[in-house]
């Protein structure tokens, strides 16, 4: 038997305003470092037909979810569309302490109470568009929202971003692969250095 401990996991957050390719780029990421999971949120909607609890989401009732709340048992949570998303503290400790490395996709608010929660254990990246016109025509683009829902985006944007030095690092999103190749590189180098 070995006397040497298992090195601890790693937390990888991305936040980044909607439209900047932050999902690709996770999608990117996750298929070239081998040793990450992608975090599994708590949500209090039902379980739909093909999903298994605990690996798409932690399936809990409103009654245990709000419980959670009031024993602050969540980084962060949400409430839309009538139902509860968050993540749980119990399970990320779960992850660190048994060596899992998790990525998060996590908003500004949320990624910076993971920090607090896991300050050395953490990694925060801010994935920022070459700028806010560069965001108004990815989001129009998309042909999905009409001029107030853009506007709002764009609003919330403006806020997320200003928050951006709040994180470790800020990556542009200007060219893909290079952006893909930076936070590699970033959570690759944070993954090594236990």
Not at 162 to 168: K, Q, T
Request: glycine share 6%.
């Amino acid at each position: 038997m070995s006397d040497t401990v298992a090195p601890k996991g790693k937390l990888i957050v991305f936040s980044a305003p909607s439209g900047t390719g932050k999902s690709t780029i996770a999608h990117r990421v996750m298929q070239r470092i081998d040793n990450l999971v992608f975090s599994v949120s708590a949500t209090t909607r039902a379980i739909r037909e093909g999903e298994k609890d605990g690996v798409n989401y932690f399936f809990l009732t409103k009654e245990r979810f709000e419980e959670t709340i009031r024993n602050d048992g969540f980084i962060e949570y949400e409430h839309f569309f009538g139902n509860y998303y968050g993540t749980l503290v119990d399970k990320t400790r779960e992850a660190v302490d048994t060596g899992v490395n998790m990525l998060f996709d996590l908003d500004v608010k949320g990624a910076l109470n993971l920090k607090k929660h896991f300050p050395r254990r953490s990694l925060l990246i801010f994935i920022k568009p070459p700028s806010l016109d560069v965001l108004r025509s990815r989001l129009l683009g998309r042909e999905s929202e009409d001029e107030d829902a853009l506007e709002q985006r764009l609003l919330r944007a403006s806020f997320e971003m200003s928050h951006a030095r709040d994180f470790d690092y800020e990556v542009v999103n200007d060219d893909l692969d290079e952006a893909v190749d930076t936070i590699v590189t970033l959570i690759e180098d944070f993954i090594s250095n236990q």
